[in-house]
Structure formats: C-alpha cells, structure tokens
C-alpha cells in the first residue's frame, strides 16, 4: 500500500498521520514532545505505521475487533514498562548506599503498575490526553509514597529514581515488532481458541503488509529541526489550513492554539490560506501558560477545563503573560476569589488574546474551526463560542475529535499532492516527495 | 548564521569610508570651531547647515548605526535604569542612553554636544519629545520647522509658502545665530545642483528593480543605498561619486543579468519580488535579511526608503527655487503623509514592480507609524487583490526581535504566496468586522 506521511512536531505533541493514496487517513500516531525530538518523531511515525497495521489486522475481526485494539495498546504500554522497570533497576542500583534497598521497592511498584495496566492504559486515558509518562508519573508518585510510608524509604528518593529513569526510558525506541505485540494483545483479549487463531492471523497478515511511504511532509513549531529535505517542510499555517478543510471543508476561518503560538488563519474553499496572523514573540495566552497554571494549581491539564466550566463569577484578569501567570493566580486566590472562577477568568483572557489575532486576521467567517491542543479544552471552547457570538454574531463554531492531528493531516495530504517542482527550492533533491 | 563571510559590494565599502569619515570629523569639530546641529533623518536640511558649515548630527541614524554593532542594548537599559519606561521609542531610549555613557558614537569616537536643536517635524511626534529631552539635557536652543501633515496626499502653495515663512523667519536666523555667517543662496543652490545629480543616481538604481531578475534588493540593500543622501552626504562631491560608483555597479549586475549582493553572496534564483514598508530590525538585521534571500525572496521597493526623500516617486530639489524646493522636500517626506497614500503608494509600487506580494514590519516600541498598518494591509490587499504578510519586532531593541518567529511567519507567507502561484489562489476576502456592541 502506497502511504503518504505527515509529521507534525509541536512544542508539546508530536503527532504523524498516514494518508493512502486516495488521501483517506490510515494511521494516526501522537506522544509527547521531549528534549530528544528526533525520538518524538520517530515514535509518532512508528505509532502512526502501528496503528496503519492495526487498522488493516482489525478489519475482519468483528466484534472482537474493540476488545483487541484496547489490549493492543494496553501490551504496548506494558512493553515501555518493562523497558522502565530495567532502567529503574539500573538507576537505583547506582544510588550510593541505598541500592540494596531502592530496588526491592521499585520492583514492587512496577509490578503494582503492571498489574494496573488495564486500568490504566485505557481508552478514555488516551482520550484524556495523557501519555506515558503521564500516567505512570501519577500513579508512580502515589505508590511511591506508600512504599516509603511502609519501608521507612525517603520518597524523594524513591521518586528520584524513576525521574532519572523516565526520562531515558522514554527516548528509547522500543525494539518489539507489531506481530509479537499483537499476538501478545489476542492472548490478552479473547478467550475463545478459534476466534483467536484467527485474529492471530490476521495480525500476521497485517504484520506482513507492505506499507511503503512514498511522500511525506514535516511541519510543527520544531519542523526545522526534522531529519526531512527542506523540500518536505511546510509551515504549519498551511497544514492547519488545509488539515482542517479536509476535516471540516466548510471551514473559512481555523484558529490553532498551540503550545507556543496562536495562529488565526483564513482559507479559502479549498483549503489554501488566504490571510493569517499570529503571536508575535511573546507567548502569553498560549498553551504552554495553561501548562504553568495546571502546574501551579497541582491539577493535570485536563482538569483545567473542566473545573473552570463550573465558575459562577469569572474573575476579571490582567494579564496572560507566562511569567506572572502564577504571580496573578496566587493574587487572586489571596483575595478570595475561587478557584474556579480564577480559572474561568484565565481562559476567558486567552481566548479574548485569540479574538484580536482572529479580528487582525479578517474577521471569523461563518465556519471556524478550533484546533491545536487548547481546543480540547471545553472552557476554551465555551470562551471562545461566547465570544464569537458576541462579536460576529452565529457562527458555526467546530471542533473535530481529531483535532489534535489537524497540522500532521494537512502535511499527509501535501504529501499527497505532491511538491511541484517550478515552486519550491531545491525540489530535484526531494528524495521523499512523491513529484 | 551571523557567521557567514559576508560579501559586500564596492560602494558599500566607500559608504563604510564615508561614515567612519564623517563620526572622526564630528569627533573633531570642537576644535576646529564647527557649530553642531543635531536633527532627524526626515525632512532634514542638510544643505542649509552645509551651506552655513555647521556640523549635523543624526540622533536616529546613531542609534541604528550602535543597534548593528550589538551595543543599543547596554544603552536601551541605562536609559530605562534611567526611568524611561519599555515602550518608549527604542531610537530616544538608546540615544539618551549613550549620551548618559558620554555620548560615545557607533565608531568610538565622541559626538560633540549640540549649539542647536533643528527639529524639522515630519510626521513623528516622538521627535519633539526627544527633542524636548534634549534641550533639557543641552541647555541649548530649538529651532522648530512645523511641516503641515498633507493630510489628503496634495501639497498647496499655502503649504509651501507656510514652510518657506518658517525657513526665513526661524531657521536661518537660529543656523546664522550659531555659525555666524550669513547664508549665501547661490551657495545653497550649488549644494542643492549636487543633491540633484545624485539623486537622479539614486533614482534610477531604484528603478532598476524593476527588471527581472531584479539587480538590487531594494529594502535590505536600499538602506544602504540610502545612507549618504538621507544623512550628511546630500550635496556634497563625495555623494555624487558614491551614487555615480553605485549606477555603475548596478549596471554591470543588469547587463550580467544577476540579482543582488547578498550577504551570502549573489542571489542567483528570484522566486518572490516584495513591496516591503516599515523599517528593518537593525539589530539582528543580517539575519532578519537571511530569512528572506534563503527563500529567493528579494524586495522590489519599499517605503522606508522613502522616508527621507520621495526621489524613487520624482521628487528633485530644485537650484533654481531652493527654499521652496526645501519645503516640497520635507512636505513630499514618505513620514508626513496619510495613510490612503501610503496604502495608495505601496499598492502602486506592488503593480510598478510586479510584485508577488508585500510584507509590513510594524515595529513594537514606534507608535507613530505602527498605528494603521493593519488597515493599511488590508486596504492594499484590496487594491491589489494580493495577501500580505505582516511581522512584528523593533527598531534597535533587541528584545522584541524573535527570530524563529518571523522565520515562522516570513516563510508561511511565501508558502502561501507559492501556493496562490501554483494552485491560483483566492483573492483574500474582506474582513469579517466586529459587530458594533449596543
């Protein structure tokens, strides 16, 4: 099968989407962006290839087809932590003195992680946003400080392992193929002897698929840094704008708030950018301030939105600026304001810095749609859908479950298009691009 | 980046002459008995003061002049441990600073305090303030040229006649006060013969953008070019042989069919013509250029080459009228005009030169010139039926420059610009506005 790779790499995610060449989406692969980007991408893209093959292996199974694309991933998870636990062994029998005692313990919390593993790993954690190191970091953190309580271990030493740990674990590639962990994902899944030998082939006819990439397009706030030919990297303002035209093709106006920067875009019907606009240097009211305020107020991200939507009295803010992000929270609170309502004021004040950029860009038209990380935010989307109602008057306001890979889209199907040659800079040496 | 071999052209060199020529005999003018006169690049009288051999310095052009050599920072700080707050006019913060470090100049030699303030007001109310900040500093005299703002684009003789009355009663007898000489008109219309032949030169290299590939880059280059006429040079001998060398080396890139002297080396494959408005950022300027010649990006025109002086748009002193021509000259500055005729300019310029778009740099710390640039955007985006691109930064402020996002922003605009080219775009729609609230 001939696919076509977008990569989107983020300040935050990095996500790659998989077109065929009909430009239907076959995978989709997102983690979380860390300090090695060249391992961020590379395990979007075996993600995206993993699910591509997962896709294909699922086809023919059914009704069993949900319960073994859960243990799927669920196995996958299970392999990183197994991966986790040699580094922690490792890490801990490095700590001066307290090796003997360290690994004991940090056996008996990986195990408890194993054995959670169905729980924790679950669709509606991935739904949630979270990422590996999310979830066991959280989980890690509470079973730490029950060993420590009952082995009289210090806790930060127990945490310390494990941040030392995490963060070699997680740029490590892991070194499994799809068939041994999709054979491990139908062992896990179904009972039934039959029904298994049979998904069990179809992973291995799955696992055997030629998929051969034939284009691919990087794009993202770090796209420079993208082992591509120039050739192959757009902008982001074009990927969001065409990503979101083929999720939405009535779209004319895309706002992306991102972890770095807002962008408000206009395009046209076939989803090429006609006007845009965005944050100058300064990041306040992006993404990356409503990381600090979760950080501030030690709530997950995903808790922000939520929390805020249950204000009664927004507080008025001043600023959205990152530096003073926590100077205003902590003002507020000492006056009495509520948290939430602290909380529904903050979103409010982003999404009012969006509304200038949108104003600044040419206005919103009568279908705009909210991608990037914020809009899965449901109080930014309220903030957003009120303001715009109050402003420009109805307007159909979209946000796409998959919004999150609206730029890695729009770079699969530039892919896909092809990058002529007459255009674009040294296109002859575009190894990638299917010209 | 900042570490490439920069390639420079001939006549950069002798404007690099020129210049070090002009701070070391500024340094010296204390005692060789020259009065100084401090005054903006816009609507400046530099013939006058040549004509009553006094010395002029130009606050603005100090202050971008440190900016390239990386030391308007030092100076922007001492200003605002001073009390000026972050946003006021980089330009005032960093030459109030280096006058508080001993008013030591880009080259290292010390500018000498001013006998006279000549502020010739062009548009920028900023330059009063400054000048304001000044004469409390100097303890010296002002002498104030009020220009009226032409507020539908035409100039009037009542306008003119205004300025002229001005220059009689005002300036001349404040420049003959601190020279003590009397002003020789034959004198003032031989210097401004000169500024003429020199700026028909100049004239015609801007006008040479508009071939393909063009042979000038007429914003990362014109500043450059610019520089003698704008400043001290302009009716001098040695302005004439800078722009006669500069025609030269113009003509001999058009005959060879090349493009433009890049820091890089020549560019060799145009793929964008821009109209550009605003001024550049001067203190990652090399690079804030690099972002555009790495695309293939080259500036057919742009309007801060035009802020002191309208020669690319005919204007020419003129020997035979010159106190009246000096007031067309200031009047005719691209600083004094409205915004329909700047939106009006840039959009000519657009279809003069056949451009495939126009970017505006709006600078952060300029209130007076950044206010309205979105409008103009859009009205020219109208005019022309092409999108625009607009970046933000600073004059001489580095902190407001961030070079990964105009990167960011010049190249999703030259995508853009490529994929209206293959793909025959939309024209941009007009904007959405705001409803007006009860």
Redesign the interface.
Known sequence: MKLYLGVDLGSTTSKAVLVDDQGRVVGRGITNTRSNYDVAVEIARRDAMTDARLALALRDLGADAAAVAESFWVCTDLYRLEALRQICRDTARAVPGEGPRLVPAIDLILSRLVEEAGQLFNAQARSRGSFFRDIVGARFHALAEESSQRGGLEFERVLGVYDRAILEAENQLLDVGFAEVFAAAVERALRDDVRRDQALAAGRDAAAAELDVVGFVGTG?GRARLPFPRDCI?????CHGLGAHAMLPRT?TVLDIGGQ?TKAI?I???G??????????CAAGCGRYLGYIADELSLGLHELGPLALTARRPARITSTCTVFAGTEIRDLLSVGEKREDVLAGLHRAIVTRAMSLL??S????EELTFTGGVARNPAAVAALRDMVL????ARTINVHHDSIYTGALGAALFAHRGV?A????DAKECKGCSA | MSDSVVEKEASMEAQKELLAGYFARLARARDEKRPVVYSFVPGNLVELMSALDVAPVYPEVNALQSAMRQRSGGFIREAERAGHSEDVCSYVKCDLGMLMKGNVGPTGDTIPPPDLLLLSFTGCFTFMKWFELLRDQYQCEVAMLHVPYVGDGNVTDAMRAYVVEQLQREVIPKLEKVSGKRLDLDRLSELLARSRRAEEDLAWVFHSARNRPSPIDAYFGGVYYIGPIFTSFRGSEEACRYYATLRGEVEARLTAGVGPTTPGGPLL?E?FRLVVEGPPNWTSFRDFWKIFYD??AVAVASTYTQVGGSYERGFRHDPSRPLESLADYCLSCYTNLPLPQRSRILADMVSEYEADGFVIHSV?SCNSFSAGQ?HML?EV?RLTGI?GG?I??DLVDAR???QA?IK??I???L??L??????G???????????V?P
């Open positions: 706030y757009r902008s982001e303002i074009l004319r920067d206009q046209d019907e076939v090429l950018v006609t006007s845009f606009q965005m944050n100058d240097r104003a600044r040419g206005g919103v038209s109050a402003h420009y008057g002529p007459v255009d674009l800079p | 494959d793929r695309e293939g952060k979105l859009r985006e999108p607009f933000e930064s407001y420059y961030g996002n960011n922003r190249e999703s605009y995508q853009m490529a994929a209206r080219k293959r793909d775009g939309s024209a941009p729609r007009p904007p959405v506005h705001l409803q609230l």
